[in-house]
């Protein structure tokens, strides 16, 4: 167990619903990481969050937003769901040394 | 460009037997750290070793030791004595730092690994 947690585990939903991905940090850690992983594209960096403030973007769609809230949570929206944006969806939480990124167990998200 | 690769997309390994997985990296920064994760098919993704760039000797985390060569830029995975368990997606991780002082984790493709009792 590494300590990070998400909801919900599992979610199905349809093309064009907007769903809402939970993560909770490992305790003491205040960044947070989200993860997009696809058969076809591999494990894809999506947002980073220290503190409450967006550290760094990689490869998210502006149909996605991310926020951390002040108890350091993190949730994951994603709008205007496509079947393209089935995928496993991670969450890590990182300290700032050593900054290893611990993983949750992930939210797999299918779109029908 | 900084860069993970993972050549090797499989590997088969007797139960018991020793095996390596290679990973090799590019950078031009001279900080920077390594990490290999491990991912069954349940799915989730494992934290396994981590071997920063001044570190002068190779990390070892129970079964698990990284074999760290500096000048080869090689940064590969032994996991000795193999069990069955151990069959699952192995992927190499790179951290460097992007602009404004970010950490970044840059990942390789994996490898998948099967033990064979």
């Known amino acids: 167990d590494s300590g990070v947690t998400q909801t919900p585990k599992h979610l199905i939903t349809a093309t064009g619903q907007r769903v809402t991905l939970r993560c909770s940090p490992r305790?003491?850690?205040?960044?947070v990481y989200w993860y997009q992983q696809s058969l076809d594209q591999g494990l894809q960096f999506l947002i980073q969050?220290?503190?409450?403030?967006?550290?760094a973007k990689g490869n998210i769609l502006e149909r996605f937003s991310a926020q951390q809230f002040p108890d350091l949570h993190s949730e994951l929206n994603l709008s205007s769901l496509e079947l393209g944006d089935s995928a496993l969806y991670f969450c890590?939480?990182?300290?700032?040394?050593?900054?290893?990124?611990?993983f949750g167990p992930g939210t797999r998200l299918t779109v029908l | 460009a900084q860069k993970i690769t993972q050549t090797q997309p499989g590997m088969f390994v007797q139960e018991k037997e020793a095996v390596t997985l290679d990973c090799t990296y590019d950078?031009?920064?001279?900080?920077?750290?390594l990490f290999w994760y491990k991912q069954p098919s349940s799915g989730e993704m494992i934290f396994l070793i981590y071997q920063g760039s001044y570190d002068q000797q190779n990390a070892t985390e129970g079964r698990y030791s990284l074999n760290f060569q500096k000048a080869r830029k090689s940064a590969n995975l032994v996991i000795s004595a193999s069990q069955l368990g151990d069959s699952a997606m192995y992927f190499c991780a790179m951290r460097v730092f992007n602009a404004g002082n970010n950490r970044k984790l840059i990942w390789g493709l994996g490898t998948s690994l099967a033990v064979n009792p």
């Open positions: 950078t031009s920064d001279p900080s920077y750290g």
């Open positions: 305790s003491g850690d205040l960044s």
């Open positions: 890590a939480s990182s300290g700032t040394a050593p900054d290893t990124q611990y």
């Open positions: 969050y220290y503190n409450g403030e967006e550290r």
